[in-house]
Every structure is written in C-alpha cells, then in structure tokens.
C-alpha cells in the first residue's frame, strides 16, 4: 500500500485524497517513509520537515472531513529546492554561508504551494546559489542519480529531481536561470518545465541572475507539471518584474496533448542545437532525439530544420551576463543582517570582515563565478564583455522570433550528454558548462521550455526539450503531453532502489 | 563600476594569459574575497579559460544591436503608495549575527587614527 501510493503521481493522488480513498496523511506518512528508507543514499533533501509535512495534511484532512473545497491539488506532497525562502525552515540555497539561516518570511510560491493545500516535505539540495549542472556544487554534499547513484542528478535543482526521480515526492518545484529544471529533468527521466520568464513570482527566490532566474514545476508526468504550474504562477505584486497576465492554461493544453493528435502542429527542429551541427553530442543522445522528432512526425506534426545562427553564442553570453548578475546580487552576502560572520574579534574592520566571511562561506565556483562578473563589468571590459554579450542576447531573441514565425514549438535534446559521473567534470569549469548548452537560450530570452522523457541511452535518461514563444507556455505543455502518450514510459525502467 | 585598469589584460580575444596572480588578487579584492595563496593559482588558471572561452562574443559583428537587459522589458512599474506592515524587528533581527540595543551590530568601519 505504502509502496504504491508513493509510486502514484500527483493527479491520482489528489483524485483519491479528495474521494476520501485515502487519507493526506497517509500520503504523507507514505512519503515520509520513503525519504527514510532511501534518503539516506540518494540524498535529495537537506531537511525534512516530518512535523510541518504532517501538519499540513492533517489540515487537508480536517478541511475535507468539514465539506470545504479543496484545491486541486490538496494534500499531494511536494518537495522545495533550497533556494526557495520558507518561513521558519532552514533555506540555505546550498551555501555555508547562509547555514542554519531560518527566514523570516515565505517566498510567493511557497505561499501559493501551502495555500493550495500541498504539503511540504522538505527543501532540497542544489549547487550552491544554483550555480552548477550537477548538484557538485552544493556545501552539504553532492545528490546522487537515482537511476546510478555513482552519477549526477543533474543541476543545479539535483535535489529536487532526484527526489521526484527516487519516488520521496510525487511533485518538486526548481529554478532554472540556464537550464537548472530542465537538465536535472532530463538526465533522471522525469518532467520539468522553464516558464516565460515573468510569469512565476521571484519574490522570495535567493536570486543568482535576476534577469534570467526563473522557478517552475518537476512532475513524473506532464500533467502533474502542469497542475503544479498552474498553483505557483500569476501575476506578484510583490515582485516588480511579475508580468500581469494570467497564468497560461497549461493543465488543458495537457490535457489536450494527451489525446495524441499533433495535426498542424509545426515543429522546427534547431541546426544549431544537435540538427545538423551536432558535435559534442553523445551518440545515443543524437539517436534518442532522432526518434523522438520521428515520434513527433508520426503524431501528426510537420518537422522541418530551422536555422537558429546566434544560438552558438548562447553560452558565451550567458556566461558573462549570469556571472554578472551573480557579482552583483551576491554583494547582499555581507556578514552584517544575516548569515555567517567570521572574523569579528574587535580587531578586524567592516571590511576584512566581510572579506573573510565570503572567503569562508562561499564555495569555489560561486567565488570564479562572482571574480568573473567583476571582471566582465569592470570599466575598461564593460562594452567588450558584459556590453556585447547584451547585443548577443538581443540577436539570440531575434533568432527565435523569426523561426517562430515558421513553427509553433522549437526542439532539441535538452542536454548532449546523458548523467555523467559526480567528480568527472567538477575539476573543469568549462567541461561543467557545456551541459547547458541547449538550455541556455531559451533563458537568455525568457522564452518557455520544457524537457520531457524521450528514452534511454546506455540505461540512462535522455530528455526532449520542446521550446515555444514568450507566454505560450501551453504549447510545450500540449506536445510534451502528446509525445509523452506516444512513447514508452522510461522511468518504469528505473532500478529499485535498495532500501 | 569598479576599476580595474589595473588588471593586466588590455584586450578581448579567445588567446589565454590575460588573467595571472595579481589579477586575481585584484579581483578578489575587489569582490571582498579573502582568497587563499593556493586559490589565486588554481582561479588564475581557470578564469583565463573560462574568459578566453566568453571572449567568442567578440566575433559576432552587433555593432548597431541595442542590447537586451531583460528579456520582457518593463518600466515605471509601480504599486499604490500605501502604508502596509512590515517584518516584525524581532523577526529580522533574529536571523542577525550580532545585535546590539535592537540593531545590527557591526565591525568598525573607520580606523583608529581617523
């Protein structure tokens, strides 16, 4: 009983929970459970939060028993990367230096998350301040791939995938500044989707690049994702940047998908990103997308090869204007309001204070990442760095502009790689970033992207990135679903894991 | 902006050697980063890749390209002037490092002998 319900997704939970078929607390106990039973060497969350998860699901339990109405997704268990900020739970975002911080406030989305009756577990582990493709990155230890627990979850939200991937949650909610839900989707064979940048609030999220941060949902289906997204996004007074429009109808666009028919839907496979120019991508990768668009073809959609030119210039662009971003945000990081403090013998000045407390809680790469953006705004490399990777950006949203004027949704694999092993790449940044290769312009120009399962290569997952114009977000939904319906599930290949 | 005419480097191309030592140490100062001996050799190394690597942003020819700094660009956005509540003090404070009669407490900022 406890075995399957953990196995279940959200929609089928939230179904029974409402039928009174089963209990939220037993949902919850059922999680729970799991988390203890293989936690310990998967290591998705940083902390659980067992009274709080209980807590609120015998809120959903006492509420049903009343007659009240429940949100759709009342009394599903979800699990919060640890970037999120929540009232009176540990939020560390994977640094040393915001360790045993407990935050006064709760971000917009986990407000939303707890108003809609979904229960918290926990937060997650990531790279530290999401600054990273594997999870390596965090200070508390690295997350293991569910699917071989010698290899990465992908990054920087590995917690939060793994756990979805290894059944502690049915749902999980990541941020994604260049491909930070989509990867980690991708490489442990579940769903996670980028929304329009705007339209899920960043208040509350510990920002790294605040033109390009975004947070959206992970699911082991497409719909799970969709019901999920549905509850954190919407317009945020709060946060200044919050478009307001409403949320896109992402749920019926799933629905839809999942009947199959991709008639006049067309679909523009990128040159750029493993169409014709293709080096660097893993063979089994390239075969995985090979198929997936000729399951794309079978449902009915046109395919045909468009021409992206700039995308080749994503990852230079990105990697001075998120450094940038980071140099800058991360300045709030100062020893004086909150956080870690070293070094304040009486002696010391403000200022070696707060140098030595950097020094002391940041990691390596937040510490080149926050180097490289001083050095790219610095006055005598401004126009030449961060001034021309601007130009670039804007050449890059020009490139998507004209192909969606040929196709409806853009795709590519979301990764070239399948999940490599922790301590293969952590040595070489550059070797680390390329992961990000075709997530990252989908970031730079706040455009929706999802990754969906595609198959397997050498056992592993390969994800199917479907990318669609700025607030059509439902048109990944609604292909994602239709291919997802078309294909073989590949995470009911996943190893058990030994508990 | 901070200035860093300092730095050794003069111009943008994909060829390494433009970050030694001193650099870092600059930019390390810079970024208040008390980094160690052994990191200014290893991040010498490693931002002279990673910069040489973004440096290829000079061979797209955007000379008349406005640049983007948002990808949904918004402006004047505002919200009624109202009076709302804010954080308790002893909320904020609590997550302080130091407090001191019911505000953050700092290390000095001004030396003796000023």
Redesign the interface.
């Known amino acids: 009983m406890t075995g399957e319900l953990t196995r279940s997704g959200a929609a089928d939970l939230a179904a029974r929970i409402a039928s009174g078929e089963v209990s939220a607390v037993e949902v919850t106990q059922a999680h729970l459970d799991r988390i203890a039973a293989v936690d310990g060497s998967i290591h998705a969350f940083l902390h659980v939060d067992t009274e709080g998860a209980l807590g609120a699901a015998k809120a959903v339990d006492a509420l049903r028993a009343s007659g009240g109405p429940l949100s759709p997704l009342a009394g599903v268990p979800l699990a919060m990367k640890d970037v999120v900020v929540t009232q009176g739970l540990p939020t560390t975002a994977g640094s040393k230096i915001l360790e045993r911080w407990q935050p006064p406030y709760d971000a917009t989305i986990a407000r939303r998350v707890k108003d809609a009756g979904i229960v918290m577990l926990g937060k997650t582990n990531m790279d530290e301040f999401a600054m990273g493709s594997s999870t390596e990155n965090s200070a508390y230890g690295p997350t293991h791939n569910p699917w071989d627990l010698s290899r990465i979850p992908g990054g920087s939200s590995g917690g939060s995938s793994a756990a979805v991937a290894a059944f502690e949650a049915p749902l999980a909610i990541g941020t994604d500044t260049g491909g930070s839900i989509r990867q980690p989707a991708a490489v442990t064979g579940i769903v996670g989707h980028k929304p329009t940048y705007g339209t899920v609030s960043r208040y509350g999220l510990i920002a790294f690049s605040s033109s390009l941060d975004q947070a959206g949902p992970f699911g082991r289906t497409v719909l799970d994702a969709a019901l999920l997204h549905e509850v954190i996004g919407g317009h945020d007074p709060a946060d200044s940047t919050s478009l307001p429009q409403p949320v896109a109808p992402v749920v019926a666009a799933a629905r839809e998908g999942a009947r199959g028919d991709l008639k006049s839907v067309r679909v523009g496979v990128v040159r750029e990103l493993g169409g014709q120019d293709s080096t660097g991508y893993q063979a089994g990768v390239l075969a995985s997308f090979e198929s997936a668009v000729g399951s794309l073809r079978d449902l009915g959609a046109e395919v045909v090869e468009v021409s992206c030119p700039h995308f080749g210039y994503a990852l230079a662009a990105y990697y001075l204007i998120a450094p940038s971003e980071a140099s800058s945000n991360l300045a709030r990081f100062d020893g004086v309001r909150y956080g870690l403090r070293v070094g304040d013998d009486g002696v010391n000045s403000l200022e070696e204070v707060m140098s030595l407390t950097r020094e002391a809680g940041f990691g390596p790469e937040v510490k080149r990442r926050i180097m490289i953006g001083t050095y790219a705004l610095s006055s005598g490399y401004y126009e030449a760095y961060y001034g021309q990777a601007q130009k670039v950006r804007t050449l890059i949203s020009r490139d998507f502009a004209a192909a969606f004027e040929r196709v409806d949704v853009l795709v590519s694999p979301t990764s070239p790689f399948v999940a490599f092993g922790i301590g293969e790449r952590i040595d070489d940044p550059m070797a680390m970033y390329v992961n990000d290769l075709c997530t990252l312009p989908a970031s730079l120009a706040g455009t929706p992207a999802i990754s969906v399962p595609s198959g397997l290569s050498e056992g592993l997952p390969v994800g199917l990135q479907i990318m669609a114009p700025a607030l059509a977000d439902e048109r990944c939904y609604r292909v994602a679903a239709a291919f997802e319906a078309a294909v073989e599930p590949v995470l009911s290949s996943i190893p058990e894991l030994v508990a | 902006?901070?200035?860093?005419?300092e730095?050794s480097g003069?111009s943008?191309s994909s060829a390494g050697g433009r970050?030694g030592r001193d650099d870092?140490a600059h930019?390390?100062?810079?970024?208040?980063?008390?980094?160690?001996e052994q990191?200014l050799d290893?991040?010498a190394g490693?931002?002279d890749?990673?910069?040489g690597?973004?440096?290829?942003?000079?061979?797209?020819a955007?000379g008349d390209?406005?640049?983007?700094?948002?990808?949904?660009p918004?402006t004047n956005?505002f919200?009624p002037d109202e009076l709302r509540p804010c954080?308790?003090r002893e909320?904020?404070l609590?997550?302080?490092?130091?407090v001191e009669d019911n505000k953050?407490r700092?290390?000095?900022?001004l030396?003796e002998e000023v």
């Open positions: 902006m901070p200035d860093a005419t730095l003069s943008v970050i870092v930019l390390a100062r810079l970024a208040r980063l008390a980094v160690t990191e290893v991040f490693q931002l890749v990673i910069l690597s973004v440096a290829r942003v000079s061979e797209v955007a390209i406005p640049p983007t700094s948002h990808a949904v918004m956005v919200r954080l308790p909320a904020v609590a997550a302080a490092p130091d953050f700092v290390p000095r900022i030396s």
